[in-house]
């Protein structure tokens, strides 16, 4: 019964996101959305970005009840004029952006053999152009303020690559590189950076990826959106550039690299 009250409040993160200004992309489904609910629960404002009216409507009212200056703003974040342009006018409206979310992803689940450079210009304008325009739209007034946080959320896909053509783990693989680079500088600022790898998680897109034949990753590579919501938000504003959901997968990374060919044996069947 104890365990159980302890476990149904929402956690308070110490207090850290009360009254901060957050924009959380892709934030009608999935992780995204679990976030920007938590993150309100934890007293945040938050802006929720995505494309689904229906969906942003009914979020917008549970963020509401959480915390009443939260709201949600439709955008597509292909048009990254339409997405820069609407951080802009979040920050002119609320003076400042405390966190960026940058979690909106598609994965094309195309073949290799039907798959088209077209394809991979879409996965890569709103899995890495957009979370690079989003970035550098909110760094310069985090860094005048000398604080801020940026999280980028990749996917062990971009670090462990599975059989596939490739789109979805290459756009993931340079949001990673591209948050790790900028990171550095971002500290000298006072504004920590960070690339978050969520394990698979059964949301629309994790899902949709069983469908097209992605076996089910085993027991340790899995996490609810709930897991990693919570993980990211008790890590975020630490030292640590990454924030891994499976400590599995870091071994994996480590595996890699000391033993490529028995990694690669094992890879292909996998
Ligand atoms: N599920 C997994 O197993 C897994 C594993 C590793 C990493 N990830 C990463 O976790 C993050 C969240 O994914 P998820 O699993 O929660 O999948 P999801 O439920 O499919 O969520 C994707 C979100 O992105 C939004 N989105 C897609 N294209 C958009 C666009 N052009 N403009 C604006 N919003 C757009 C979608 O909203 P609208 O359609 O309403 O626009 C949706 O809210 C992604 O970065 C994904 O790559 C997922």
């Known amino acids: 019964m104890q365990s159980f009250m302890r476990s149904s409040r929402p956690p308070d993160y110490g207090g850290r996101y009360r009254g901060k200004l957050v924009v959380v992309s892709g934030a009608s489904s999935g992780l995204g959305r679990r976030i920007a609910l938590d993150l309100a629960g934890a007293g945040a404002a938050v802006v929720a970005v995505a494309r689904r009216s229906e969906l942003l409507e009914k979020l917008e ?23 820069t342009g609407l951080l802009a006018e979040i920050e002119q409206d609320h003076e400042r952006v405390d966190l960026l979310v940058n979690n909106a992803a598609i994965d094309p689940g195309i073949r290799l053999a039907d798959i088209t450079v077209e394809d991979f210009h879409r996965a890569f304008e709103v899995n890495f152009f957009a979370a690079v325009a989003g970035t550098l739209a909110v ?132």
């Not at 009443?68 to 439709?74: A, E, H, P």
């Open 61 to 83: 009212s549970e963020l509401h009840a959480l915390s009443s200056d939260s709201s949600s703003r439709r955008c597509d974040l292909s048009d990254i004029a339409a997405w």
């Open 139 to 270: 760094l310069p007034k985090m860094f005048e303020q000398g604080q801020g946080i940026v999280v980028n959320i990749s996917s062990d896909g971009g670090r462990l690559p599975s059989p596939g053509p490739g789109a979805y783990p290459a756009s993931k693989a340079a949001l990673g590189a591209f948050t790790e680079s900028v990171s550095f500088r971002a500290a000298k600022h006072g504004v920590h950076m960070h690339v978050v790898y969520p394990a698979w998680m059964p949301t629309e897109m994790g899902l949709s990826a069983l469908q097209r034949g992605l076996r089910m990753p085993p027991r340790v590579m899995r996490r609810s959106e709930e897991e990693v919501s919570r993980l990211v938000l008790a890590r975020l504003g630490g030292l640590a550039l990454d924030i891994s959901a499976s400590l599995f997968a870091n071994f994996a990374v480590v595996f890699r690299a000391v033993a490529p060919l028995t990694y690669r044996r094992l890879r292909r069947s996998w």
